[in-house]
């Protein structure tokens, strides 16, 4: 629940009034039609959801959302093919956008400030039974065993798919760490790959992935009870990281293997991203929720 309300929130920051000098009523974006984007991870589609019901609760009329791939939304947005999204992953996607960005777009608000924790999980039992702490345990040749599902030598790690920021980040810390001998990402659809998981997982196999909260992965397989969050082996932040590195070592995670946990990627603020072209009001949050309740 806080999740959804903390997303709903986000329209406080985010009314995209196109030319209108002044809220008109109570439907301020009555006239206005917006054209929204959706990541193409399937957990990402829940905020994007409620703030198009929340933006046409306001008056717009949005559109379907067309499903984009990281460099096609921040390109698109920029060129105003598309209005916004809601699944912006900062610092992690800084990378990922245009030359000059500033010019055109803006990241407005936050569904979650610092709270998108990212790292590599692996089955409870496996971690106990093999003494798993960080990625360098991957270098036992009994653990890459344990984690080897189609025998080609190295375990096998259910990653993310070319487009996405972590596919970057998880090739990072494969060189950085020098894992490439050790584990081969699996990078096909992140969800078939975390299905093919959650079928070894129940039938007894170790599994090892990467993931992200807010989540259905750590809602399915739960940290502490079926699995643990494990350590990198050191924190070396990446360029696009090092404004951020002291959010790559976390406490309090539930299910971490140490507190505090180095998760090696930094707890992101997911963001909405939009064109300039609209402005920008900030709504007073009980006016807000008058137009939601109405």
Do not use: C, H, Y
């Given at each position: 629940m806080r999740f959804a309300r903390m997303t709903l929130m986000l329209v406080l920051a985010l009314s995209l009034l196109a030319a209108m000098p002044a809220m008109a009523g109570d439907k301020p974006g009555k006239g206005v039609t917006l054209k929204p984007a959706r990541a193409t991870w399937n957990t990402g589609f829940f905020q994007e959801a409620l703030v198009r019901r929340a933006l046409t609760e306001l008056g717009y009329e949005v559109k379907k959302p067309k499903d984009l791939a990281n460099p096609i939304f921040y390109k698109s947005v920029s060129l105003g093919d598309v209005d916004y999204w809601t699944n912006g992953w900062f610092p992690m996607h800084n990378a990922q956008m245009p030359k000059d960005w500033q010019k055109t777009v803006a990241k407005v608000g936050y569904v979650v400030k610092a709270g998108g924790l990212q790292g590599y999980l692996v089955s409870k039992k496996a971690a106990e039974e093999l003494s798993i702490k960080s990625l360098d345990d991957f270098k036992r040749p009994e653990v890459v065993a344990a984690f080897d599902a189609n025998g080609d030598g190295k375990a096998d790690l259910t990653a993310c798919p070319p487009g996405w920021g972590c596919e970057k980040a998880i090739r990072f810390h494969l060189d950085t760490y020098k894992l490439r001998k050790y584990i081969k990402p699996i990078k096909a659809s992140y969800a078939a790959g975390m299905a093919a998981a959650m079928g070894r997982y129940k039938n007894g196999k170790p599994i090892f992935f990467y993931t992200w909260t807010p989540n259905w992965t750590v809602y399915m397989l739960k940290p502490g009870k079926d699995?643990?969050?494990?350590?990198?082996?050191?924190?070396?932040?990446?360029?696009?990281?090092?404004?951020?590195?002291?959010?790559?070592?976390?406490?309090?995670?539930?299910?971490?293997?140490?507190?505090?946990?180095?998760?090696?990627?930094?707890?992101?603020?997911?963001?909405?991203?939009a064109n300039k072209k609209f402005r920008f009001i900030r709504l007073k949050r009980t006016e807000f929720d008058g137009w939601l309740l109405s």
């Open positions: 699995v643990v969050w494990i350590n990198v082996p050191k924190i070396v932040p990446s360029e696009a990281q090092k404004d951020a590195v002291d959010r790559m070592t976390v406490s309090g995670i539930k299910g971490a293997v140490s507190d505090p946990v180095k998760l090696g990627f930094v707890a992101s603020d997911i963001r909405i991203v």
